[in-house]
């Protein structure tokens, strides 16, 4: 069974200040979703890291996919109140289109 | 991406009823998934909604349980029956293939459900 550990679980920071999200696994995935999803709505993508090593920027947020395709983070620089949601890592289990989440990390900012 | 509108929003029902959550896309979408989701926690995966034959459901979740159409490309329900406080969740329908990429979904959403 593949599984996904996602951390830290909750987090809550000042505004201004770095911080990284962890998802790892012992499994191999062929591709990384990360989604960011606000209350009452449903997660919207981010990004989709696909290559071992690959680092993808989407203005203050870093993505990275692990060389071994095994594990992902997420890395926000001088976070804002805006950031504040949970966010969501979600491995594609191959040629099925089915993805496994991660716990997911809920983030707050405070101003 | 595709727009995804999901029908209730929300809706609080009595215990033993039956709600039938509905899923429409803009587009034609390849695959179709139903997910539930505890408020502030992580999406659990009910079925794989598929065109034209029956669902493929996830272990623990049943078809007697959660029934789900598909009748074309485009549109999807999900009931949940003889409901109990222990179904109250949200609900989300998402899509996948749309941008030719099987491994990217969008969601719709969400149905916030609670049973009394």
């Known amino acids: 069974t593949q599984l996904l550990e996602q951390s830290p679980q909750f987090l809550s920071i000042q505004e201004g200040e770095n911080l990284t999200v962890y998802c790892n696994s012992s499994?191999?995935?062929?591709?990384l979703q990360w989604y960011r999803q606000e209350p009452g709505e449903g997660p919207v993508l981010l990004v989709t890291?696909?290559?071992?090593?690959e680092v993808k920027k989407l203005k203050r947020l870093t993505f990275q996919f692990g060389d071994a395709r095994k594990d992902s983070s997420l890395h926000i620089t001088a976070a804002q109140p805006g950031d504040t949601g949970l966010y969501l890592c979600?491995?594609?289990?191959?040629?099925?289109?089915?993805?496994?989440f991660g716990q997911g990390t809920t983030l707050q900012v405070k101003p | 991406s595709a727009v995804i509108s999901q029908k209730p929003s929300r809706d609080i029902c009595q215990r033993g009823t039956s709600l039938t959550i509905q899923c429409q896309v803009d587009?034609?979408?390849?695959?179709m998934f139903w997910y539930r989701q505890q408020p502030g926690q992580s999406l659990t995966l009910i079925a794989t909604?598929?065109?034209?034959?029956?669902?493929?459901?996830e272990s623990g979740f049943v078809i007697d349980k959660f029934p789900i159409s598909r009748p074309n490309l485009t549109f999807s329900t999900l009931t949940v029956s003889n409901m109990s406080p222990e179904d109250s969740s949200i609900y989300l329908c998402?899509?996948?293939?749309?941008?030719?990429?099987?491994?990217?979904?969008?969601f719709g959403p969400g149905t916030r459900l609670t049973v009394t």
């Open positions: 587009s034609q979408v390849t695959m």
């Open positions: 998402s899509v996948g293939g749309t941008s030719g990429r099987y491994y990217e979904q969008y």
């Open positions: 890291v696909v290559t071992g090593g």
């Open positions: 979600a491995g594609a289990i191959s040629y099925t289109g089915k993805l496994i």
């Open positions: 499994s191999v995935f062929s591709s």
């Open positions: 909604a598929n065109q034209g034959s029956e669902a493929t459901y």
